[in-house]
Nanobody, 115 residues
Framework: QVQLVESGGGLVQPGGSLRLSCVAS????????MGWYRQAPGKQRELVAG???????NYADSVKGRFTISRDNAKNTVYLQMNSLKPEDTDVYYC?????????WGQGTQVTVSS
């Protein structure tokens, strides 16, 4: 059974930074494509950033140049470095791991950007 556990969310002022972490257990992490998604109440979950098993990254237009996704396969961890945060980045952020037909989600971590 694969488990994903996010951490690093919290309250930050506009312009500030946060780093989210997602630790995976129960499988060979290095073969999984990983992604960070976010969801506001009443809205559809959207992709923020993704990284393949080979390290290729992609980003939503709204976060390009501000957010960076990375992975450390030795630690079974994927990160999301978020800089220049804006109030509209306020959401619950979820980590997802996928491989072929399998996908798993973490429980989510709240990010609130407010003065």
């Amino acid at each position: 059974q694969v488990q994903l556990v996010e951490s690093g969310g919290g309250l930050v002022q506009p312009g500030g930074s946060l780093r989210l972490s997602c630790v995976a257990s129960g499988s060979i992490f290095s073969i999984w494509a990983m992604g960070w998604y976010r969801q506001a109440p009443g809205k559809q979950r959207e992709l923020v950033a993704g990284i393949t098993s080979g390290g290729i990254t992609n980003y939503a237009d709204s976060v390009k140049g501000r957010f960076t996704i990375s992975r450390d396969n030795a630690k079974n961890t994927v990160y999301l470095q978020m800089n220049s945060l804006k109030p509209e980045d306020t959401d619950v952020y979820y980590c997802k791991g996928s491989f072929m037909k399998y996908e798993y989600w973490g429980q989510g971590t709240q990010v609130t950007v407010s003065s």
